[in-house]
């Protein structure tokens, strides 16, 4: 399963000179918990990616240290280490980007390098939640199925019938008794 098909497709920017208050509507508006923090280097006309500003930023660098949210801007309080994970990995893949990093959310990148998605911690535990439960209706229905097709202690053995020409036919004879065979 790729990364890609995982992850949040709505990605939402600000610029880094935006203020901690607009960061903090923007991510309200739009029910996100981070925002891609961007700048437009002179002579460029599209902005790139230059760091990531999460909710848990906005609380502790800003709220906690009583910085002024209508004049602080993003660009200060927001991590400039960008942890990224191809869109063509997989789970194990952005675990471990995740663990190395020490982050919770990765910017997930396309062979041209170009942002795909948003991929959190929560993204990842649901995908892991959907398979193991996958895995469980498995276990249960491997046991309904024993406890259906195979007789219970002390009852008698059921015959067994196979037709001409099924696998299995003709049955082994037993050995004779006495006989080494």
């Known amino acids: 399963m790729n990364i890609v098909s995982l992850c949040s497709n709505l990605v939402v920017s600000i610029d880094e000179g935006a203020t901690l208050r607009q960061a903090a509507n923007l991510m309200r508006e739009q029910h996100v ?6 700048a437009t280097a002179a002579g460029e006309t599209h902005a790139h990616a ?3 500003l999460t909710d848990r ?4 660098e800003g709220v906690a240290r009583d910085l002024p949210v209508d004049s602080t801007t993003v660009g200060r309080i927001a991590s400039r280490k960008i942890a990224a994970v191809s ?3 997989d789970i194990l893949d952005a675990a471990s980007v995740m663990r190395t990093s020490g982050v919770r959310r990765l910017l997930v990148v396309g062979a ?3 942002l795909e998605g948003v991929l959190s911690t929560d993204d990842l535990v649901g995908a892991l939640t959907a398979e193991l439960g996958a895995l469980a209706e498995a276990l249960a229905s491997g046991l309904e199925r024993e ?3 195979r007789p219970k202690v002390g009852d008698p053995p059921r015959p067994v019938f196979l037709a ?3 696998p299995g036919w003709p049955l082994p004879s037993p050995p004779i008794a006495g006989s080494r065979g």
């Open 33 to 38: 918990g981070s925002l891609v923090v961007t």
């Open 50 to 52: 230059v760091g990531v």
């Open 57 to 60: 930023d906005l609380a502790i």
């Open 87 to 89: 869109a063509t990995g």
């Open 112 to 114: 041209e390098g170009q």
């Open 147 to 149: 406890g259906r097709e």
């Open 164 to 166: 001409r020409g099924t």
